[in-house]
T-cell receptor
Framework: DVKVTQSSRYLVKRTGEKVFLECVQD?????MFWYRQDPGLGLRLIYF???????EKGDIPEGYSVSREKKERFSLILESASTNQTSMYLC????????????????FGEGSRLTVL | GQNIDQPTEMTATEGAIVQINCTYQ??????LFWYQQHAGEAPTFLSY????GLEEKGRFSSFLSRSKGYSYLLLKELQMKDSASYLC??????????FGKGTMLLVSP
């Protein structure tokens, strides 16, 4: 069965702390994504990766970085957490076919709800 | 860039049919996804259209017109469990998806 696992369902951090959100998928997918979801704003893409050690900025990368050292793992890093980064963070993965055709459906993890005080 | 427009909220009664529309302007468009998201849960895949026309899958159907930048999701024989947010997501490039803000559907008895 398809599985995307996010390391923490709920986190509470203080302003200025470094935060790591981990995501692991067991489907051998090339593509991995980090989104945040906020009421009224919907899902917004932070970063994505289409291969190991590759990363691309999404729509709202400011204040975030990512790491993809292994195919199955994609980490989101908040170097210095701020209160406006309080949000639900969703990791997703998908299979890549080619550039001309969308790689198929996204499989999402259960989400990590981060509160920054 | 992406520009996706779908209604914020819709209401319908059990057993009815509802159509959720989505218009989009997407560079490098290569297909359109619909996702369902229940409150407090992650989105789950509903449908994918790459060619113009209607794709039917049980009670749910999805339509795409690439030339018009338009899609709709049709839900038939509505059930209470269909109360959820429905997300329109045009695909482009390396499977990158940008999501619309979602349409919250409330099904009442």
């Amino acid at each position: 069965d398809v599985k995307v696992t996010q390391s923490s369902r709920y986190l509470v951090k203080r302003t200025g702390e470094k935060v790591f959100l981990e995501c692991v998928q067991d489907m051998d997918h090339e593509n991995m994504f980090w989104y945040r979801q906020d009421p009224g704003l919907g899902l917004r893409l932070i970063y994505f990766s289409y291969d190991v050690k590759m990363k691309e900025k999404g729509d709202i990368p400011e204040g975030y970085s990512v790491s993809r050292e292994k195919k199955e793992r994609f980490s989101l890093i908040l170097e210095s957490a701020s209160t406006n980064q309080t949000s639900m963070y969703l990791c997703a993965s998908s299979l890549s076919i080619n550039r001309e055709q969308s790689g198929g459906e996204l499989f999402f993890g259960e989400g990590s709800r981060l509160t920054v005080l | 860039g992406q520009n996706i427009d779908q209604p914020t909220e819709m209401t319908a009664t059990e057993g009815a049919i509802v159509q959720i529309n989505c218009t989009y302007q997407t560079s490098g468009f290569n297909g359109l996804f619909w996702y369902q998201q229940h409150a407090g849960e992650a989105p789950t895949f509903l449908s994918y259209n790459v060619l113009d026309g209607l794709e039917e899958k049980g009670r749910f159907s999805s339509f795409l017109s690439r030339s018009k930048g338009y899609s709709y999701l049709l839900l038939k024989e509505l059930q209470m469990k269909d109360s959820a947010s429905y997300l329109c997501a045009p695909g482009s490039g390396y499977s990158t998806l940008t999501f619309g803000k979602g349409t919250m559907l409330l099904v009442s008895p």
